[in-house]
């Protein structure tokens, strides 16, 4: 059975800077989109940025835009999420997902497509 595991969250002031980790046992990501979804406390799930396994193309969530990137290391089954400029709205527990797809681009509007997720990390960002 596949697992993610995320790490990296913490602490940080606004305008700070946090990289969080998503590494994978038990799948091979080269075949597979990966996303970034977070969850506020009292809000919906949302999705935050994704990478598409067939093209390497990416999507993001209009408010994140500029400030956070995705990017991959298939040798290290490890997907990284850097994040530039934090600001406090954007505290939230953060979760990577895996949908094994290499025909259609990734989405972030619907979560239901990923069938892996890891525990998720909690980012805080406070003056």
């Known amino acids: 059975q596949p697992q993610l595991v995320e790490s990296g969250g913490g602490l940080v002031q606004p305008g700070g800077s946090l990289r969080l980790s998503c590494t994978a046992s038990?799948?091979?990501?080269?075949?597979?989109?990966i996303a970034w979804f977070r969850q506020a406390p009292g809000k919906e799930r949302e999705g935050v940025i994704c990478?598409?396994?067939?093209?390497?193309?990416?999507y993001y969530l209009d408010s994140v835009k500029g400030r956070f990137t995705i990017s991959r290391d298939n040798t290290k089954r490890t997907v990284y999420l850097q994040m530039n400029s934090l600001e406090p709205e954007d505290t939230a527990v953060y979760y990577c997902a895996a949908s094994r797809q290499v025909l259609r681009r990734c989405q972030l509007y619907s979560a239901d497509e990923y069938g892996t997720w890891g525990q998720g990390t909690q980012v805080t960002v406070v003056s």
């Open positions: 038990g799948v091979q990501l080269d075949f597979y989109n």
């Open positions: 990478m598409s396994s067939m093209d390497d193309s990416v």
